[in-house]
């Protein structure tokens, strides 16, 4: 199984490590963060855009379609009780040589990305609680 960890630097700056890259996730300043990077919950939403995007330059490429300018607008409202991502309205900009007659396959390709899979088929998702052996040491202090 793929593992991805996530480890603060600094006050709710963390970093997320992915295959040798790193994301950092940051609050805005108005609510205690450095603002040094997108909250986790805009990586969310930009993860979902950009696995549409991935789907539809696929799709574009197997009919022989240049994607140049291809691109994804996301917009988001968040939800209460509980809190979360309630809306997400995507718009998915194509190259003017889509003819007309792909233009449903294309949509229905875009809707079926894994990422929008695995929001219309949650997951099951186990959180555990596990105590570390030794202080920890900051990604931030380590540089």
Not at 78 to 96: D, N, Q, T, Y
Not at 99 to 112: D, T, Y
């Given at each position: 199984?793929?593992r991805?960890?996530?480890?603060?630097?600094?006050?709710?700056?963390?970093?997320?490590?992915?295959?040798g890259?790193a994301?950092?996730?940051?609050?805005?300043?108005?609510?205690?963060?450095?603002?040094?990077g997108?909250?986790?919950?805009e990586?969310f939403v930009?993860?979902?855009?950009?696995?549409?995007?991935?789907?539809?330059?696929?799709?574009?490429?197997?009919h022989?379609?240049?994607?140049?300018?291809?691109?994804?607008i996301?917009d988001?409202?968040?939800?209460?009780?509980?809190?979360?991502?309630?809306?997400v309205?995507?718009?998915?900009?194509?190259?003017?040589?889509?003819?007309?007659?792909?233009?449903?396959?294309?949509?229905?390709v875009?809707?079926?990305?894994?990422?929008h899979?695995?929001?219309?088929?949650a997951p099951?998702?186990q959180?555990?609680?596990?105590?570390a052996?030794?202080p920890?040491?900051?990604l931030?202090?380590?540089?």
């Amino acid at each position: 199984m793929p593992r991805i960890e996530v480890n603060r630097e600094l006050g709710v700056r963390f970093r997320a490590l992915v295959r040798g890259h790193a994301i950092t996730f940051d609050q805005p300043i108005d609510v205690g963060g450095t603002d040094a990077g997108p909250t986790p919950t805009e990586v969310f939403v930009a993860s979902l855009a950009g696995c549409v995007a991935y789907y539809v330059e696929r799709f574009l490429d197997r009919h022989a379609i240049d994607g140049v300018g291809l691109r994804v607008i996301a917009d988001f409202a968040m939800a209460e009780h509980p809190s979360r991502v309630g809306v997400v309205e995507l718009r998915v900009i194509v190259p003017c040589g889509v003819p007309e007659k792909l233009r449903a396959p294309l949509l229905a390709v875009a809707e079926h990305c894994t990422v929008h899979n695995s929001i219309a088929a949650a997951p099951r998702v186990q959180i555990e609680l596990e105590t570390a052996r030794h202080p920890a040491t900051s990604l931030a202090s380590v540089r």
